[in-house]
């Protein structure tokens, strides 16, 4: 007897239709899978049968071909298990071959009938919803989530093999999974900007970065609250959008990074934070941006609508740096391999963190730098021209008198600076529907702009000789700054504000560091007339 289902695999963050049919007929006793399958789908046969014999089910020994179509689709994981189980038990007549039809089944399947979580719930109510079938049959761990994506999309939360017969066979009728779509995540541990005394500068650059969506890197010596501020960045965002937030549950759904103790975060349909992630400096290439033969999400596209932070900026490997570009531009990162061209979502704020030299102490008033003039150009030269010209706002995080520190009184919460935060974003998509850090070169019209803005940035232009893309980023900057300011046009104070914080690039490596002075980035003659 032939029976047939529908079933998906998965490809990159989305997934893929796959039809499982079973043909049982008389023969010696065999069971033959085909269809491509990996290695894991080709142990299912193993698994599916043990299942079906611990749910109290009973197959004859006939011979049985599993066709998994199309064939040239290479099938991977754990999906298949159910939709196997379910067929297979048609085809011996166990269950109505017809009451398969117009569903869309996943799942792993335990030695005992229990079904385990799979990857990629998102991705496959998407499906679901693309081929419009009846119900989509989806393990209990993962259904919740799998309903967030549509209200008119019946998603069956199922347990164990038996309990899919038996709501297939109407026996036991399972009610549809209801997605809770005020439901928070934990909150993400940051730290207060109330406990970060002085730092001024980096403070007003983080307020900056966190508003308008802008890169930033910070560069000091060690133990200057680098680090410390970097991950007060997330306590000041504003919490996901219901359609940013479906975005990154599908991501990290497919990347299997929804876990709890190794096992599916059920209480947490939706991610609700936006993501913070800190890869150490040895991750390589693929780790960063996303890589494998079927290519699956790397760090970037785990930090989409979030933040990226990288510390220790220099000690990434080189290539892996310079594969930001890409991403940093766009908001994408494009994947070949010989198997599979994907794209997968990479739209985030990069913050990074560096020190001045190997040793850390080049400027250094209390601490003389040992760093030679070729190790000096050696550091300076692992961070690429091309890269650092993505970077939005550079900041210096001088090192803090502790006289001073006692005296400091505590500056602004976190919980202050983000009402501003959430308010300039607010300002910034009304007015363009994106932030300022998203505005293409044509949205920011230098012709719109005050005369005076305009002839102060064409002096900086040649001054600096700064790139096209180092004006557009500037423009960003200034456009994010007036709005911090309430104010409708920008004005020459905020266009040297964003010059400020862009020219930090210019100070050079000085090839006597133990004679450098330590000094302020140099000003811009935005005042001068």
């Known amino acids: 007897m032939l029976a047939r289902t529908l079933a998906a695999t998965p490809w990159g963050i989305d997934a893929l239709p796959v039809e499982v049919e079973v043909d049982v007929h008389k023969g010696l006793p065999h069971l033959q899978l085909v269809g491509l399958p990996d290695a894991a789908v080709k ?44 067929t297979l038990l048609a085809g011996h007549e ?67 093999l038996s309990d899919a017969v038996q709501h297939i066979l109407g026996l036991e009728r399972i009610d549809p999974a209801r997605a809770v779509l005020n439901d928070q995540d934990a909150p993400v541990p940051t730290i207060d900007l109330a406990e970060v005394k002085g730092c001024a500068l980096p403070r007003r650059a983080l307020e900056i970065a966190a508003a308008g969506g802008h890169n930033l890197l910070m560069n000091g010596p060690p133990g200057t609250g680098k680090t410390m501020l970097a991950r007060c960045l997330p ?149 690429s021209g091309p890269l650092l010209d993505r970077i939005d706002l550079r900041v210096e995080v001088p090192r803090v008198d502790l006289e001073d520190y006692r005296r400091t009184e505590p500056g602004e919460s976190s919980a202050v600076v983000r009402t501003r935060v959430e308010s300039v974003r607010d300002i910034q998509l009304a007015r363009d529907g994106k932030l300022a850090s998203q505005l293409s070169g044509t949205e920011l019209d230098t012709e719109a702009m005050d005369k005076k803005v305009r002839a102060t940035l064409e002096r900086a232009y040649d001054r600096f000789g700064l790139s096209l893309r180092s004006v557009h980023r500037i423009l960003r900057v200034t456009r994010t700054i007036a709005d911090l300011a309430e104010v409708e046009v920008p004005q020459v104070s905020h266009l040297a504000e964003a010059l400020q914080f862009r020219m930090f690039d210019q100070q050079k490596i000085d090839p006597a560091p133990k004679t450098r002075s330590k000094g302020p980035a140099q000003t811009v003659p935005a005042t001068q007339d």
């Open 235 to 383: 306590g000041i965002l504003p919490p996901l959008t219901h359609r940013e937030s479906l975005e990154v549950t599908r991501v990290h759904s497919a990347a299997g990074t929804m876990t709890s103790s190794g096992a599916f975060n059920v209480h947490n349909a939706l991610i609700r934070t936006r993501p913070f992630r800190s890869p150490h400096s040895s991750v390589s290439t693929p780790g960063l941006i996303g890589g494998g033969g079927v290519p699956k999400p790397g760090e970037v596209s785990l930090a989409h609508c979030g933040v990226l932070f990288l510390d220790e900026l220099p000690e990434f490997n080189r290539a892996a740096l310079e594969s930001l570009r890409q991403p940093l531009e766009e908001g994408m990162i494009h994947i070949s391999r010989a198997r599979a061209q994907l794209s997968f979502p990479a739209r985030f704020a990069l913050v990074a963190a560096a020190n001045p030299c190997p040793c850390g102490f080049l400027g250094d008033l209390r601490h003389d730098c040992r760093c030679s003039p070729s190790r000096l150009e050696n550091y300076e030269a692992r961070l």
């Open 43 to 86: 142990e299912s046969r193993d698994r599916v049968r043990a299942a079906i014999h611990n749910s109290g089910f009973s197959i004859k020994p006939r011979g049985v071909v599993i066709n998994l179509a199309p064939a040239d689709l290479k099938k991977e994981g754990n999906y298949l298990d159910l939709a196997i189980a379910l």
């Open 94 to 160: 166990a269950l109505p071959a017809e009451r398969l039809e117009r569903l869309l089944v996943c799942g792993e399947l335990s030695l005992d009938g229990t079904l385990r979580p799979v990857r990629g719930s998102l991705a496959i109510a998407e499906l679901a919803r693309r081929e419009r079938v009846k119900e989509l049959l989806l393990p209990a761990g993962v259904a919740t989530q799998a309903a967030a994506l549509s209200p008119t999309l019946r998603v069956i939360p199922v347990n164990t």
